[in-house]
Nanobody, 120 residues
Framework: QVQLVESGGGLVQPGGSLRLSCAASGSIFSMYTMGWHRQTPGKQRELVAR???????NYADSVKGRFTISRDNAKNTVYLRMNSLKPEDTADYYC??????????????WGQGTQVTVSS
């Protein structure tokens, strides 16, 4: 079982910044893609950003130029730096990790979520 522990959410004013972190632990043999998704009430969860083990990234159009995803492969940790935050960025943010256990089984795990509120 892979555990994902997120941190860094909170309340910030428009134009402000936050950095989310997500640390994965467990019997992880190989970590492929790590990413962040977000969800607001009544809407589907949407991809914010993802990063491969090789460092390739992709972002939702709505966050390009403002958010930066990065990872520390040695720590199985992914980060999301969010700058120039807007009220429409308010959501619950979920970490996702895809990889393989030592027994060869693939996993696709989610964190519990961390709340980000952008408001004056």
């Amino acid at each position: 079982q892979v555990q994902l522990v997120e941190s860094g959410g909170g309340l910030v004013q428009p134009g402000g910044s936050l950095r989310l972190s997500c640390a994965a632990s467990g019997s992880i043999f190989s970590m492929y893609t790590m990413g962040w998704h977000r969800q607001t009430p009544g809407k589907q969860r949407e991809l914010v950003a993802r990063i491969t083990s090789g460092g390739s990234t992709n972002y939702a159009d709505s966050v390009k130029g403002r958010f930066t995803i990065s990872r520390d492969n040695a720590k199985n940790t992914v980060y999301l730096r969010m700058n120039s935050l807007k009220p429409e960025d308010t959501a619950d943010y979920y970490c996702n990790a895809v990889g393989k256990y030592y027994n060869g089984q693939r996993f696709d795990s989610w964190g519990q979520g961390t709340q980000v509120t952008v408001s004056s």
